[in-house]
């Protein structure tokens, strides 16, 4: 345990703080061999979250589910999902003789960085919630990422669980060659579906045979219940299943679990059915290592909304209602939410191409803002590409006269809030980082609770 | 001839498209309803047929790999000669990143498949190791669309012109055609290719009237195109162009 040691007294030295994968690369640097030993000697062996959307609500979910079934996870900060990011987790929750203060891992992981992190962190479970192409410009075609995704679940041990959404083809379609034992979860509820696929769908063709695939029903993106015309492939059955969804607009849904132990109904505080999804993916993998039906509905009834990911902010003696958009799928499913609030909506668009968001914004010409344009009384748009966001909803049909761009986000929010009446809501459609500008802005102005709270 | 009416052969939406192009659709069909003009949009795809003379204007986004190689094959059985043919009649083509490709002469992909293309454009592309990324400024040679193209490339193929079209623009900012000779796209006709996604069309609004004027002109008596209030499309173009003038990156590199 020599490394562990070293490396629980470096990075206290380094600062647990600030940025996160600073201390996990001089970490990594200096004990390459920390992860191998730190992750060894976590009891309960290691859970990884990977997928493009999804990854932090599901592991926030399940960590509360954990804890509810009386386990201690070593969980990673929101977005540090890289080798580093681990590290430092794993370093930082450890003692001074480097064994980690908890029993279980959990952590997110970068859809390229799973070969590495399975190979490294010899996971127990292994969930892939979906991929979509937002990270196109960082890792090239979805296919390609597709086989390194297979690459790595074939290194996994035979003892060890996949468990995959059934909704997303490609994502089914992983784990081939893989030895561990595969589990599914999906919707099955058609009352949710929606006809023909979206503009935004990314994987509309057969992995085997190459054929376009047929859909029976899509729920968002290219989500669905889908079969191949041409080599009769099809969604496998899933084990863990939605059977009934009732969707309340921006507070949440009624969800019915099916599972194979138990089936119940639930509440969650969470909009959309990507959002669905994520409660399958964490309860379903609760299950299979073992957790209660109680866990589960405490780690749910427990759960703080994800930082950001859609939440009620009163400021100004307006709510602004702030929501995550990262990409055209999960912006879709945020527009849709939205029809559910009438119209004459105030609107807030922060739109940036840092690198953590991508440096491309072509994406927002995928998403379906002609379906918002009818929604907005007005739009201010704001964020490193504002004018592009602006171009967007001009072209989406709402009128330049209820357009108004202001690259500084304080002004845009402060536009934004006055043009709304009191306790009115304002909707804030948020980039990645400009999600992180605006709740460090509202927390300065002292209107959210802090920068977020790990669940 | 009354209201002109732009007829748009949108070719194989839901497999072309990808970084946003079918923004470009979007930006053709709303400049002309701002104008008060009729528009109609047709999706042909796989198996569809293709009459020449049926449309005015064709557009082709870009592709994964695996869509590419369904509509090469699709396109070389009996729509690239339709294709052809409404171009040498003059009507207008904007083509991008990987349907651009498929319309040279051949497609050479990284993994040694020879796609053969539609011979449209007299250009070649063979496929590289690393991927052209980033944002792009194009010093345009296009007669009415002169001053600067902006837009976001994101491609692995080098594309080569032969001399029998010319290039849509010389590289400012970014790696163009193939990183090597300063060239982006290529101009044949009224017939466009280039690899900017951005989209392109609603930030270069100059070029989407070129394509809208000489694809209305054929049916239409048209001199110019009546001009629209275009702040917002100029604001998001200088926006975009100075945040790609002022990255610091070296031109024709592999990244
Ligand atoms: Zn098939």
Redesign the interface.
């Known amino acids: 345990m020599a490394a562990g040691k070293a490396v629980t007294q470096l990075s206290r030295r380094l600062g647990a703080g600030a940025g996160s994968n600073f201390p996990g690369r001089v970490v990594l640097r200096l004990y390459p061999e920390a992860p191998e030993e730190m992750a060894a000697s976590l009891a309960g062996g290691c859970v990884l979250v990977s997928g493009t959307n999804g990854k932090t609500t599901t592991s926030n979910l399940l960590a509360g589910m954990m804890r509810a079934g009386g386990m201690l996870p070593v969980h990673n900060r929101v977005g540090a999902n890289l080798m580093t990011g681990i590290t430092a987790a794993l370093a930082q929750a450890s003692d001074r003789k480097g064994i980690p203060r908890g029993d279980i891992g959990l952590f997110e992981v970068d859809e390229a960085t799973l070969p590495a992190a399975v190979r490294r962190l010899r996971p127990r479970l292994v969930i892939v919630t979906n991929l979509f ?1 937002d990270q ?2 960082r890792y ?4 390609s990422l597709a086989r390194k995704m297979d690459a790595a679940l074939k290194d996994l041990d035979g003892e060890a669980v996949v468990l995959l959404n059934a909704d997303d083809p490609l994502v089914a379609s992983l784990g081939r060659d893989c030895p561990a034992r595969i589990y599914y979860y999906g919707i099955e509820y058609a009352g949710v579906a929606e006809a023909g ?1 979206r ?1 935004a ?1 990314d994987s ?2 057969c992995r085997e045979c ?1 054929s ?1 695939l047929d859909f029976k029903a899509n729920y968002f993106g290219h989500m669905g219940k889908y079969s191949c015309p041409g080599c009769g492939a099809a969604r496998p059955p899933v084990d863990f299943a939605a059977t009934h969804i009732e969707l309340s607009g921006t507070r949440g849904s009624r969800v019915r679990l099916s599972t194979p132990r138990w089936q119940g109904e639930l509440f969650l505080g969470l909009p959309g059915l990507y959002n669905v999804h994520n409660l399958l993916a964490a309860s379903g993998c609760a299950q299979l290592l073992g957790l209660d039906r109680e866990a589960v509905e405490r780690g749910v009834e427990g759960y703080s909304t994800a930082f950001g990911r859609g939440e009620r902010i009163p400021v100004g003696g307006r709510d602004l209602f702030l929501v995550l958009s990262k990409n055209p799928t999960g912006f879709n499913e945020v527009i849709r939410t939205l029809r559910g609030e009438g119209t004459g909506l105030p609107l807030l668009a922060a739109l940036n ?1 840092r690198i953590a968001d991508g ?8 998403v379906d803002f002609e379906e918002l344009a009818p929604l907005a009384r007005y739009l201010v748009a704001t964020g ?5 966001m ?3 909803m ?4 709402l009128h ?1 006269s209820a ?1 108004r ?1 202001e690259p500084e986000l304080k002004r845009a929010l402060r536009a934004a809030l006055e043009g709304a009446d009191e306790g009115e809501t304002v909707y804030a459609l948020t980039t990645y980082t400009a999600t992180l500008d605006l709740r460090r802005l509202l927390t300065r102005m002292k209107a959210a609770p802090g920068l977020w709270k790990e669940a | 001839m009354g209201t002109p009416e732009l007829r748009i052969c949108h070719l194989y939406p839901e497999l072309m498209n990808i970084y946003g192009d079918r923004g470009n659709v979007i930006a053709l069909a709303q400049r002309c309803r701002w104008r008060g003009y009729g528009v109609r949009v047709t999706p042909v795809s796989l198996g569809d047929g293709l009459d020449p003379t049926e449309h005015d204007l064709y557009f082709i986004g870009g592709g994964q790999d695996r869509e590419q190689i369904l509509v090469c094959e699709d396109l070389a059985r009996e729509k690239g000669d339709a294709l052809r043919q409404a171009v040498e009649d003059g009507a207008a083509l904007l083509s991008i990143c990987g349907g651009f490709q498929l319309l040279g002469d051949h497609f050479l992909t990284y993994t040694g498949e020879d796609l053969p293309g539609i011979s449209l454009f007299d250009a070649k592309t063979a496929g590289g190791d690393a991927r052209f990324i980033g944002n792009v400024a194009v010093e345009s040679g296009l007669e009415g669309v002169e001053g600067v193209l902006v837009g976001f490339e994101n491609h692995s193929g080098r594309t080569y012109l032969g001399s029998g079209c010319r290039p849509l623009g010389g590289v400012i900012r970014g790696y163009g055609n193939n990183g090597e000779d300063g060239q982006e796209g290529c101009v044949y006709r009224n017939a466009i290719g280039t690899y900017l996604h951005g989209s392109l069309l609603p930030k270069n609004p100059r070029l989407a009237d070129w394509l809208i004027l000489r694809a209305l002109r054929r049916r239409h008596d048209l001199d110019e195109l009546p001009r629209l209030d275009d702040s917002l499309e100029e604001a998001a173009h200088r926006a975009a162009l100075e945040l790609t003038l002022r990255e610091k990156r070296r031109r024709g590199v592999s990244p």
């Open positions: 192409r196109l410009d090239g075609e979805l296919e696929l503009h769908a509309k063709h190459g376009p191409d440096r491309d914004v072509s994406w927002i010409w995928d490193t590409r504002a004018r592009d602006a171009l967007r001009k072209y989406a049909g330049p357009i761009v």
